[in-house]
């Protein structure tokens, strides 16, 4: 009864100025729906796609604690480790199951919905980088316009490195397009790259438009529109991609979040092998019952992958090298040692001589490098200083 009654309450509308909102978003969803996509409706699709997306950036800055309730207890979670890993998902998915199934920490799974309420951190030692897991709150269709707890587990899971999206295998894909539709809608896109668009603001001088690709779903017009909707009328704006205008508002909006996502379809053990065959055809899925740990190692290898880690060991001068502790470089950075050096210690360049490698990165073992060698997965390095 207390779940219940919680649930309750954070479901129901906070404050007439984000239920304002949500009116207007819904009236500009139905009206894009009514209207027919064509040439001499483009501009119109457009400017109405920029109206909603500067709506749904308002309901974003409440999401990052600036209004509507704030965070719970437990979402504030200290970052740690080399990468931060989010479960989403909707209520009694089995995102608490996976949790302790994967880590030491006992996160309580029950029959009823809603048994977790606060975020649960945990961590896990894999390949020799350090993961934090955290098990969030389910979220309920409608979490993005503020329903539920949705607005704050968005929030935890716009700082996360990769999502992974626990669904139920006996359940259909329906509410693997929910989801989806709830993190599209605060920014968060998914197995996506940052569209190849520049745009320049300038106090004087008009639109100037550069474009080295055939547009398809965008026209002059149509980036004028939008521009103009966000009061940009004098820009350099590039455009190396054929962008849409959802890609051109994202650029414009400049607070898009662009992550990998892991479909974990949990509960296999419930159907059967014809069933599990057919959902194959998931992209970025990975089969898994958290209950019986099956196929856990294979979701973790799975999410190693799409997180691009650089695995570094270093080699002390006359010592073997030190295969216990790598140091890890993102994706999101070159792995140049350059970079592996300010991963130690950001003065430490500033002493660089030159490195021997060994490792792929090198055409024969041991190899002289300078500071801008880029270096690969699990190479060994041996810095040598100034005198």
Known sequence: ARVARSAREEARPRGGAMSSLVAKIKDIEDEMARTQINKATMGHICQLKAKLAKYKREILSDATGKGGGGAGEGFDVRSTGDARIGFVGFPSVGKSTLLTSLTDVYSEAASYEFTTLTCIPGIKYWKGAKIQLLDLPGIIEGANDGKGRGKQVIGVARTCSCIIIVLDAMKTLKQKKTIEKELEGVGIRLNKTPPNIVVKKKERGGLNLAVSTRLTQLDEDSIRTILAEYRILSADVRINCDATPDELIDVIEGNRVYM????????????????????????????????????????????????????????????????????????????????????????????????????????????????????????????????
């Open 260 to 387: 990998p996502c892991v479909y974990a379809l949990n509960k296999i053990d419930a159907i059967s092998m014809e069933e599990l065959d057919i959902l194959d055809a998931v992209p970025h899925y990975c089969p898994i019952s958290s209950h019986h740990k099956w196929n856990l190692d294979g979701l973790m290898d799975m999410v190693f992958d799409y997180l691009n880690m650089t695995r570094v060991y270093t080699k002390p001068k006359g010592q073997m090298p030190d295969y216990t502790a790598p140091v890890i470089i993102r994706g999101t950075e070159t792995p140049t040692v350059e970079r592996f050096c300010k991963k130690i210690h950001r003065t430490l360049i500033n002493d660089f001589k030159y490195a021997w490698v060994w490792g792929a990165s090198v055409k024969h073992n041991p190899m002289r490098v300078g500071k801008a060698h880029v270096l690969k997965d699990e190479d060994v390095i041996q810095l040598v200083k100034k005198l």
